[in-house]
């Protein structure tokens, strides 16, 4: 499948999210990252910020990234909201399998994310269930960290059991993606990209994407 580059909104303006939205007209998918305090220290938006900007860009496809605890009590709300995609993680679901089931029921992708010290090993049989898994490359929180470059051997595990599998599952990374680590990510076989400052601390937000999907890219074509 194509790469994707999913900007996250995290650390745009907050508070003008159609005027940043309107600046990445290239983006393949809208990263938001929906925060409750609990299952990380911050807290960002909900449902209702959510429904809004569906109802205010029907045409965007909205990737729901849920760090929240009783994931299987508020992920499906996210689906029948029209989300595309609902991740939920896998530390923060008592019922992983149901909720992923409910989700692709309401019509949307389902996908599973792990934490940086969560092994993918455990997901193995359940790897099916999901439409894509994220793998965390920062400790999940706040935009703005450091790649951990001790992750890339989970993102080859975890391409090793896609390939196994035989599905077509996405494999998002999300933190400290930019022009100097896409190429790391794309290499261990990942191909839908979060990136949230590289994106929205550059000049041109819209360069930036296109400038990460040609990296990205082109590595693959390498390959
Ligand atoms: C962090 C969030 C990320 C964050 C990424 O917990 O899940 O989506 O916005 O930001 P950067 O790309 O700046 O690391
Ligand atoms: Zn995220």
Redo the contacts with the bound molecule.
Sequence with gaps: MANRIHP?I??ANLAGIDGELARIPSAHGI?V?VMDNHF?PNLTLGLPVVESIRANHPELFLDI?L?IEEADRWAPGYAEAGCESVTFHLEASAAPIRTARQIRQLGSRAAIALRPQTPVEPLADLLTEFDMVLV?T?D??????SFLDNQLGKIRRTRDLVRASGQEIWIQV?????ESTIERCVDAGADVF?????VFRADDPDAMVRHLTEIADARCAAH
């Design positions: 996250s995290l650390n990263h990252d990380v990234h760090m965390m920062v999940p929180g706040f935009g703005g960290q999300d933190g400290g993606v930019s979060v990136a949230g400052s590289a």
